[in-house]
């Protein structure tokens, strides 16, 4: 092979060997633009790259896929490793390198500017194809040999990239190298890597000091540097922050400055993102008829089918703003809406193939939804489903709330033993990460298990911390079923009768305050089967 790799290079011309050498350098193909940008620095080179591409196809040491909407080359690796080979030994591989370096930054940069006006999915399948080279790029730029400088630009042009594709270790990774380069401080790179950091760190981590950290120095860069589609991006991961959190109160005041923001610029797209911001806040609080105004005016302008808040925000705001709606309606009571508003987002967010938004909505909605509707066989297939795909994607805090989900399945289906294992399991995860948002949710769940399985002290003590955390957080959504919850192991524990019925009148009070039909009825059973 060596023999006739050496005879077919010896038969091309200066031009067309440099230009071979020069592609070894790709990893995973290339486009006629990258490989005219990598050749030479020299001006007026574009053409004759072109003609020299075109030599080497013809001669076999480069194949051309024509496939797709735009061509694509690469070398076999057998080959790739001898244009290498030759690029090392003729000196040329740094500044090949960095060309290629720079062509991606450039490409990446571009590629920021068609964000607003092309559907997520077909931006991101234009520039996955370079997944490979991107990697290489910042690999060099960051290795002894390589320019940080450059490294730092292009992990801030990747940004959209790595968030899009829900490559959040990734995104973070690069994000962090690229922030310790000298020179970047208070510059838009800074902004744009603190930003990525601190969404990457929330997605896959949880929320962790640097996560909020890094959020804070984006938004404060962002009205700094006056850049209104990054105090946008900021506000709502400082927003994703502290829900998960429960830090309800703070979120509902971003989620109102973002409003103001999106009003004073008058963006009818960053007011319908308000909108869901501000419905899933109004939801947690409790106040359930605000919240579902507040999402319906959202999915009214939310644009269907361009999924733009992919590349944005991580996620699909359409397919979330459709998510709470399901749970706002089902607490209200119109089942048969929760129902059809849940299948809307699990269709669109199939639709996108998009990691975050489909986990999402196999957490937030179906997983939980459909268990409380007694669908359990659809449940436990979108609880499994969730599991394996948060689990392929390092999604921890949605891997987590899959586990504790499929031990409120275990539950309902009678196995409380393995359902106070699973919830247990889960809730150390969530901890772990953070993810306080749901929480209290699966504490309730975990007391119901641990009462089952005749752990009556654990139980109430699990449960009273459930409902310390509801009413410090101010997570009132959930108050209701909690105190529900206490009322029926206080009953199984044979506590005094005004306990137990007072723990009901609460629960049944709180739960015709907030309209929340779903935890009156349930509420009222409860209270029922005590009267009994």
């Known amino acids: 092979m060596q023999a006739v790799l050496d005879w077919s290079y010896s038969l091309l011309s200066e031009d067309e060997q440099q230009l071979f050498r020069a592609l070894g350098i790709f990893t995973g193909g290339f486009t006629a633009e990258g490989a005219a940008a990598v050749a030479t620095d020299a001006p007026g080179s574009r053409i004759d ?97 390589g320019d940080p400088a450059l490294g730092a630009a292009l992990a801030a042009a990747s940004i959209n990239f790595w ?44 929320m962790t000091v640097e996560a909020r950290k890094a959020l804070t120095r984006a938004l404060h860069l962002s009205e700094t540097l006056g850049d209104r589609p990054y105090q946008y991006r900021t506000l709502y991961g400082l927003f994703l922050f502290t829900v998960r959190n429960v830090e309800i109160r703070a979120a509902l005041q971003l989620a109102q400055k973002y409003e103001m923001v999106a009003r004073n610029a008058g963006s009818a797209p960053a007011i319908a993102s308000a909108e869901a911001l501000l419905g899933i806040a109004r939801y947690c609080l409790g106040e359930h008829l605000a919240a579902a105004d507040h999402l319906s005016r959202a999915l009214i302008s939310l644009p269907t089918g361009t999924h733009r808040g992919v590349i ?5 705001l359409r397919v979330c703003a459709l998510c709470y709606r399901a749970l706002t309606f089902w607490l209200l ?35 939980l939804l459909l268990v409380r509707i007694g669908h359990l066989d659809a449940a436990e297939s979108s609880i499994n489903e969730l599991i394996e795909y948060a689990g392929e994607h390092s999604l921890i805090p ?76 101010e997570l009132l959504w959930f108050l209701p079923e909690v105190l529900r919850i206490k009322g029926e192991i206080l009953l199984r524990a044979g506590a005094a009768a005004t306990a137990v019925e007072e723990s009901f009148l609460q629960s049944l009070d709180l739960a015709r305050r907030q309209k929340a039909l779903a935890w009156e009825l349930r509420t009222a059973t409860s209270l029922a089967r005590m009267a009994l």
């Open 49 to 145: 790259a072109m003609d020299r591409l075109a030599d080497l196809v013809a001669k076999s040491l480069v194949v051309a896929d024509v496939s797709g909407a735009r061509p694509r080359f690469r070398l076999l690796e057998t080959t790739r490793a001898y244009a290498l080979e030759r690029l090392a030994e003729i000196g040329e591989r740094e500044a090949v390198a960095h060309r290629h370096a720079e062509y991606y930054r450039n490409l990446l940069g571009r590629a920021e500017g068609e964000v607003a006006a092309r559907p997520a999915g077909e931006w991101l399948a234009d520039y996955a194809p370079e997944i490979g080279n991107l990697r290489a790029a910042l690999d060099w730029t960051f290795s002894p040999d």
């Open 163 to 206: 968030v899009a594709a829900s490559l959040f270790n990734e995104c973070s990774g690069w994000g962090a190298r690229a922030l310790a380069v000298e020179g970047i401080d208070g510059t838009r790179e800074e902004m744009v890597l603190q930003f990525g950091v601190g969404l990457a760190l929330t997605y896959s981590k949880g």
């Open 312 to 316: 944005a925000f991580g996620l699909d």
């Open 333 to 367: 009571g119109f089942a048969e809406r929760a129902v059809q508003a849940a299948e809307e987002a699990t269709n669109e967010a199939r639709d996108i193939n998009h990691p975050v938004s489909l986990c999402f909505v196999l957490a937030v909605c179906n997983s």
């Open 398 to 473: 949605y891997k987590a709330a899959g586990m504790c989900a499929k031990g409120t399945l275990f539950a309902a289906r009678g196995d409380a033993i393995r359902a106070e294992e699973m919830l247990r399991a889960g809730l150390e995860i969530i901890e772990e990460a953070g993810f306080y948002l749901y929480a209290p949710l699966f504490l309730g769940r975990w007391a119901e298990a641990l009462a089952a399985c005749g752990r009556l002290d654990e139980a109430l003590a699990t449960v009273e911390r459930a409902q310390q955390r509801t009413e410090e957080a």
